[in-house]
């Protein structure tokens, strides 16, 4: 199975194993920003619906995401999807969006989170690379992120 342009994996640190059946949405905001002074150009539209779902598997992974089938040519076009296959990655402001107040609510209803959710902005550069790979690290009261390989 190939994978997508834009995968993710999220380990769950509490538990120190993979976060499984997690809920995740991907969104194209915009154009890349291309004048990096104007303050004005990262008020990025918040109505922008998520183009893409999926689930993490049993490894924390998704490697491949679902398209909407409810998105336009419009959409599809600006982030490389053809018949509901993603195969071209287009320049861009994406973000993913983790729902880990749910994730941890499933695994033990009596767990809190500061976080209910965890949204991650990063820009695709033109051109851009092959693929990307955003890892998350989880727990209750923290997370980070980096660009993975």
């Keep these: 199975m190939s ?6 994996h999220i380990l769950d640190t509490t538990l120190g ?6 809920t995740c949405s991907i969104f194209y905001l915009s154009p890349l920003i291309t004048n ?9 539209d918040p109505a922008v619906q998520p183009f893409a779902m999926s689930r993490t598997d049993n ?3 998704i490697k491949k995401w679902v398209v ?8 599809n076009s600006k982030v490389g999807v053809e ?3 993603w195969s071209v990655l287009k320049p861009g402001v994406y973000k993913i969006k983790f729902l ?13 989170t500061f976080f209910p959710f965890v949204d991650i902005t990063f ?4 051109p851009p690379d092959h693929h990307y790979h955003v890892p998350l690290l989880l727990s209750n009261h923290s997370y980070s992120t980096y660009r993975g390989s």
Excluded: M, W
């Design 3 to 8: 994978v997508d342009p834009i995968t993710c």
């Design 17 to 22: 194993k993979p976060a499984q059946n997690v």
């Design 36 to 44: 990096k002074n104007d303050e004005a150009a990262y008020d990025l």
């Design 59 to 61: 490894d924390g992974r």
């Design 68 to 75: 909407n089938p409810g998105n336009g040519d419009g959409v």
């Design 83 to 85: 018949n509901d296959e």
């Design 100 to 112: 880990t107040g749910k994730y941890f609510h499933d695994i033990d209803a009596s767990s809190r």
């Design 123 to 126: 820009q695709i550069d033109s």
